[in-house]
């Protein structure tokens, strides 16, 4: 992390956002990871906060307050860990991105964190380090599927089916279906893919596009893919909701629309499965 960070030029301005012991922590911690959720990276906040707290220059966080206080303070300081690990990343092209799953998991959606190239050359090349031709061409054959023509996710078997179009890469060879199966298990384990509205590790339901393709391969999907985005965040969006104005064509999350009552394209009311959004 420091030889990648001396190829930047600090600015003045820039030098007041350097990073500090605990800034590279968290970037080396979420580097190493790739992908993590945001309980894992509250929980690496807080074990920063216990080992730097009273160390000058550090914004120390009180765990003698309220356990609510506690919560908000360690969230602001995820914020301004992020905004000081990024001022620093986006000028070697990297960066620390998060976002939310487009379904909820109980009665949340959960957030996540991922530390991605930002040329989409470098997106795909990363992924080339860890899958074979075959494979790489097997995630995208499934990625085109689901964004195309199953926006709300498909079955597994139906995905695995997938693998028959392949042969097509430099390898010039298809996956088996025991093959593709295995591979499924891994885009799922490894957040590229996700089950729809069952809980991580759970057997049944629909399989759709997962957090961590979002954020890692965003550049690659606008120019590759049909992959709307969000009205609200300018963030792609997968599993849409449109808004209910005949003339309008904006389209949102639904965790979005959860949290934003109007239109941002028209003003109307947004509505959710037929329910005005909450103001």
């Given amino acids: 992390l420091d030889s990648l960070l001396q190829e930047v030029k600090m600015s003045n301005k820039d030098k007041n956002m350097r990073m500090q012991d605990w800034h590279k ?16 990276v509250y929980a690496l906040v807080k074990k920063i906060c ?42 070697i092209q990297f960066q620390i991105k998060k976002g939310h799953e487009e379904t909820k998991t109980g009665a949340t959606y959960m957030q996540f964190y991922a530390f991605v190239p930002l040329e989409e050359n470098e997106q795909i090349a ?8 075959p494979e790489l061409e097997f995630l995208k054959l499934i990625t085109y599927h689901l964004i195309d023509e199953r926006p709300d996710g498909d079955t597994e078997n ?6 028959m179009q392949g042969g097509l890469n430099a390898a010039k060879k298809k996956l088996t279906s025991i093959e593709a199966a ?8 490894q957040g590229y893919l996700a089950k729809i509205g069952v809980r991580k590790g759970k057997t049944g339901g629909r399989v759709g596009v997962g957090v961590r393709l979002l954020l890692e391969l965003e550049g690659w999907l606008e120019r590759n893919t049909e992959v709307a985005k969000c009205s609200n965040c300018t963030k792609p969006v997968v599993i849409t909701v449109s808004c209910n104005a005949k003339s309008c064509d904006g389209v949102f999350h639904k965790r979005c629309v959860e949290t934003k009552s109007r239109c941002t394209v028209c003003k109307q009311t947004l509505k959710l499965d037929g329910v005005a959004a909450k103001r």
């Avoid at 609510?68 to 905004?83: C, G, P, R």
């Avoid at 990363?126 to 031709?133: P, S």
């Fill in 158 to 163: 139906n995905l695995i089916n997938l693998c």
């Fill in 126 to 133: 990363k992924l080339q380090k860890n899958l074979t031709e």
């Fill in 50 to 91: 216990e080992e730097y707290n009273g160390t000058p220059g550090f914004p120390s966080v009180r765990f003698d307050q309220d356990q609510s206080e506690v919560t908000q303070d360690i969230a602001a300081l995820i914020d301004n860990f992020l905004k000081t690990a990024n001022n620093s990343l986006e000028k």
């Fill in 25 to 40: 922590l968290f970037v080396q911690s979420i580097m190493s990871h790739g992908f993590m959720t945001g309980q894992d």
């Fill in 182 to 189: 295995k591979s499924l298990r891994s885009f799922l384990e």
